[in-house]
């Protein structure tokens, strides 16, 4: 494994393999990576953070507007965590997070686990500013032209795949509360379309005891006997019946009923609010984060389903990378 944290710089990558550093020094048998409602960042964290857990390869292929394709790779062959990983990812899974997360399921190094479909933010946009384009001398006979924000680059995963417009599509996908809304590049105006490019070489992950198959199975029957993901369904159903319902009422009493529904959709029985992929804010969940971190992973059915997934498909096989 690689050495410890390299400096005390807060960005991503530092503060991430300082995490994985401590993890892998207590010998943990799996990751749970969540990405769920993480929009992306930096290019070269998702390229960087892919990396600790490869022995080096590509990660990433771009395409500028010209055609001219580029090859980002990982150029550390130091692996940081050698154990099987789970990453969580939902329809506000963007950018970098698809990066981080197709280079991983492309290496068959972790099991993505998530509804129908990340965001599919597969591009890169520059802003142009016009008034640089006037001379000099003239710029005062001239307004402020402004500005144009312009698409020069599309992303490709190393299997030829675009991350734009489809994004990813999980290895095991689940209910979700965000499974009747329609958002993501796919249903924005003028987004650019899927295609795909040459596939690049690299070397498939040797042994991950996550396997896709074994996962759905698995999944299949803990989704059906859990009451969780069981209400999780019925407000997603409940939710898509109100999006269609385009009727407004027009009568007090018929205003209050559905306002009582629509709380109801809100929390559950026992005041607990199963995760919706949406960030919390003070008026629906803010009580739900202040609890401690523990508290609210006991509660959260995903990374239940992912501790019980790992638990099932790695207990039983020797954990060979604890010793390295």
Same mark, same amino acid.
């Given at each position: ?21 401590? &993890? ?27 990396? #600790?857990?490869?022995?080096?390869? %590509? ?9 001219? #394709? ?12 050698? +154990? ?29 686990? $998530? ?8 591009? =890169?946009?520059? &802003?142009?500013? #016009? ?36 994004? &990813?599509? %999980? ?28 596939? =690049? ?11 896709? +198959? ?6 299949? !029957? ?46 559950? +029985?026992? $005041? ?5 992929? =949406? ?23 995903? =990374? ?11 207990? !039983? ?8």
């Amino acid at each position: 494994a690689a050495s410890g944290p390299r400096n005390k710089a807060r960005n991503c990558t530092d503060d991430f393999r300082a995490e994985l550093w401590k &993890i892998h020094k207590k010998k943990a048998r799996g990751l749970i990576l969540d990405l769920r409602d993480n929009g992306g960042g930096s290019l070269s964290d998702a390229i960087a953070i892919s990396g #600790m857990f490869l022995p080096g390869g %590509p990660i990433v292929q771009v395409k500028n507007s010209l055609g001219d #394709m580029k090859i980002l790779a990982d150029t550390d062959k130091d692996v940081l965590f050698k +154990g099987p990983v789970i990453v969580l990812v939902n329809k506000f899974s963007a950018s970098a997070s698809e990066i981080l997360a197709a280079a991983l399921q492309d290496y068959n190094r972790a099991l993505i686990i $998530g509804g129908d479909h990340t965001h599919g933010k597969g591009t =890169v946009q520059t &802003i142009v500013d #016009m008034n640089r384009n006037l001379p000099l001398l003239h710029r005062k006979k001239y307004a402020d032209l402004g500005a144009l924000k312009i698409t020069i680059q599309k992303f490709y995963r190393i299997n030829g795949e675009s991350t734009q417009y489809k994004g &990813i599509e %999980p290895d095991v996908v689940v209910p979700t509360l965000l499974d009747y809304l329609k958002t993501g590049e796919k249903y924005l105006d003028y987004s650019l379309p899927w295609d795909k490019v040459e596939p =690049v070489e690299y070397n498939p992950w040797p042994d991950n005891p996550l396997q896709a +198959g074994e996962a759905r199975r698995l999944s299949r !029957q803990w989704i059906a006997s859990s009451p969780e993901f069981r209400e999780i369904q019925e407000k997603t159903t409940l939710a898509q019946e109100r999006a269609e319902q385009t009727r407004v009422p027009v009568s007090l009493e018929e205003v209050r009923r559905e306002r009582r529904e629509l709380a109801k959709l809100s929390e559950n +029985g026992s $005041g607990k609010t199963p995760h919706t992929g =949406v960030p919390p804010d003070d008026e629906t969940d803010g009580a739900n984060s202040k609890k401690p971190l523990s508290e609210q992973l006991k509660e959260d059915p995903y =990374v239940q389903l992912s501790v019980f997934l790992m638990d099932e498909l790695t207990l !039983q096989r020797p954990a060979a990378y604890l010793s390295n």
